[in-house]
């Protein structure tokens, strides 16, 4: 009974499609102003969107630029204290070196003795060697590049207590009994072996130059 | 009912104006009439109609064509759910409560008796709340709990309210009926 009611109110209200009485809108005006309203929400929305991407862009640089600018300024101070390091004072060093030079003077005193007795022998000492360049003598006092070890020591004095007669007979001595200087002694002249040699790659060509400037004792020792 | 074929349908879905401003002006004054209802002034009407269509236009191209009457009924929803919103925003909706409401049996011979017009127009003569209740259940077809859930109130209180609409109704119909048909008036 209630549901034929409500169907019937409900069908009566419907029948109703047209306007009331009096009522008479303009449509058209209606029209636009939807359409104009639609417009302009677009318009809000893109504009919306539009700023949100250039606040975002604008932030980016801003952090993009930041980076940079640290990365710009940190790199001077690390290249400043890479370049300060090795400026630095060696007096340590000067230190040490200096030591090393006062034991070897203690050592050389200690050892004159028994150098002495070793003098006669010394051909299987000079074995033994270490590179002799690595000490500069001089008149004053003797300056140590690195610091030196007992063979370096053995053979710097033995260097000492040969005197400079007796050095000069052995480099004789010795100069006679080399064969590589005997070929390469005249420096400016090549000789046909020498010429041969460079073909074949088994010398270089300043290997003469290098001989000549030498101090070629030990040198000279080891080959015999 | 107003009845939209596939192909207008389609069009206007796919964004033809012509086709949307025709649209606009056959369904403007049946949902001119039911936002009449619930708002009961010209003004209110106009701008919840205004609002509806602009939902509508907006969002047809979600809109799903199942029938000629498909398309009506999903605007009528929007133009309703727009003018319950605008009698929030005005805290119109005022349930009041009345015990000198009777239960007065309404015949159907009374119904089909009176116009059409009569009747809406006895209809929006009952309160905001009596009147928002009646629509809902008796013209759009929701049951309490749906009228319940969309005007926030409890669903007994709806149907208090729809029984007490309903009682004021048959008085006020009762009353044009027999101020028709008593003689010399």
């Given at each position: 009974m209630e549901n034929l009611e409500n169907k019937l109110i409900a069908d009566k209200i419907n029948s109703l499609d047209t306007l009331p009485d009096g009522y008479v809108p303009n449509l058209e005006a209606k029209w636009a102003l939807l359409q104009s309203k639609?417009?302009?929400?677009?318009?809000?929305?893109?504009?919306?969107?539009?700023?949100?991407?250039?606040?975002?862009?604008?932030?980016?640089?801003?952090?993009?630029?930041?980076?940079?600018?640290?990365?710009?300024?940190?790199?001077?101070?690390?290249?400043?204290?890479?370049?300060?390091?090795?400026?630095?004072?060696?007096?340590?060093?000067?230190?040490?070196?200096?030591?090393?030079?006062?034991?070897?003077?203690?050592?050389?005193?200690?050892?004159?003795?028994?150098?002495?007795?070793k003098n006669k022998s010394?051909?299987?000492?000079?074995?033994?060697?270490?590179?002799?360049?690595?000490?500069?003598?001089?008149?004053?006092?003797?300056?140590?590049?690195?610091?030196?070890?007992?063979?370096?020591?053995i053979t710097l004095q033995e260097v000492n207590l040969a005197s400079v007669e007796n050095s000069k007979l052995k480099k004789a001595r010795y100069t006679q009994l080399d064969f590589e200087d005997a070929i390469l002694q005249p420096a400016t002249k090549t000789t046909f072996a020498q010429s041969f040699q460079f073909r074949l790659g088994l010398k270089s060509s300043n290997y003469g130059e290098q001989n000549s400037n030498e101090n070629s004792v030990l040198k000279l020792k080891r080959n015999f | 009912m107003t009845r939209f074929d596939e192909k207008f349908v389609h069009l206007c879905i796919g964004g033809d104006k012509k086709a949307q401003k025709q649209l606009f002006e056959r369904v403007y004054p049946p949902m001119f009439r039911i936002c009449m209802r619930y708002v009961s002034q010209h003004a209110d009407a106009e701008d919840c109609l205004m609002l509806g269509f602009m939902k509508v236009f907006q969002n047809i191209s979600k809109f799903n064509y199942t029938g000629d009457h498909s398309l009506f009924i999903w605007i009528r929803k929007i133009v309703v759910n727009e003018s319950l919103m605008l009698i929030r925003q005005k805290q119109n909706l005022m349930f009041v409560v009345d015990d000198q409401s009777m239960d007065v049996p309404m015949q159907a011979e009374i119904i089909n008796a009176i116009e059409a017009e009569e009747l809406n127009y006895h209809i929006m003569k009952l309160p905001t709340g009596y009147r928002t209740v009646f629509n809902l259940n008796v013209i759009e077809g929701y049951d309490h709990k749906e009228i319940a859930s969309l005007l926030n109130i409890s669903e007994v209180t709806s149907r208090t309210q729809l029984a007490k609409a309903k009682s004021k109704l048959r008085v006020m119909i009762s009353q044009t009926t027999k101020s028709y048909g008593e003689p010399g008036e």
């Amino acid at each position: 009974m209630e549901n034929l009611e409500n169907k019937l109110i409900a069908d009566k209200i419907n029948s109703l499609d047209t306007l009331p009485d009096g009522y008479v809108p303009n449509l058209e005006a209606k029209w636009a102003l939807l359409q104009s309203k639609e417009k302009n929400e677009k318009i809000s929305f893109l504009w919306g969107r539009k700023t949100w991407m250039k606040i975002a862009a604008c932030l980016l640089i801003l952090l993009l630029s930041g980076i940079v600018w640290i990365s710009k300024t940190s790199q001077p101070k690390s290249e400043i204290a890479n370049s300060t390091s090795p400026s630095k004072p060696s007096l340590p060093k000067v230190e040490k070196v200096v030591n090393s030079s006062e034991k070897f003077a203690t050592m050389t005193s200690e050892n004159k003795s028994i150098d002495k007795s070793k003098n006669k022998s010394r051909s299987t000492i000079v074995t033994n060697e270490v590179p002799v360049k690595e000490v500069l003598h001089t008149d004053k006092e003797e300056i140590v590049l690195n610091p030196p070890t007992i063979d370096t020591i053995i053979t710097l004095q033995e260097v000492n207590l040969a005197s400079v007669e007796n050095s000069k007979l052995k480099k004789a001595r010795y100069t006679q009994l080399d064969f590589e200087d005997a070929i390469l002694q005249p420096a400016t002249k090549t000789t046909f072996a020498q010429s041969f040699q460079f073909r074949l790659g088994l010398k270089s060509s300043n290997y003469g130059e290098q001989n000549s400037n030498e101090n070629s004792v030990l040198k000279l020792k080891r080959n015999f | 009912m107003t009845r939209f074929d596939e192909k207008f349908v389609h069009l206007c879905i796919g964004g033809d104006k012509k086709a949307q401003k025709q649209l606009f002006e056959r369904v403007y004054p049946p949902m001119f009439r039911i936002c009449m209802r619930y708002v009961s002034q010209h003004a209110d009407a106009e701008d919840c109609l205004m609002l509806g269509f602009m939902k509508v236009f907006q969002n047809i191209s979600k809109f799903n064509y199942t029938g000629d009457h498909s398309l009506f009924i999903w605007i009528r929803k929007i133009v309703v759910n727009e003018s319950l919103m605008l009698i929030r925003q005005k805290q119109n909706l005022m349930f009041v409560v009345d015990d000198q409401s009777m239960d007065v049996p309404m015949q159907a011979e009374i119904i089909n008796a009176i116009e059409a017009e009569e009747l809406n127009y006895h209809i929006m003569k009952l309160p905001t709340g009596y009147r928002t209740v009646f629509n809902l259940n008796v013209i759009e077809g929701y049951d309490h709990k749906e009228i319940a859930s969309l005007l926030n109130i409890s669903e007994v209180t709806s149907r208090t309210q729809l029984a007490k609409a309903k009682s004021k109704l048959r008085v006020m119909i009762s009353q044009t009926t027999k101020s028709y048909g008593e003689p010399g008036e």
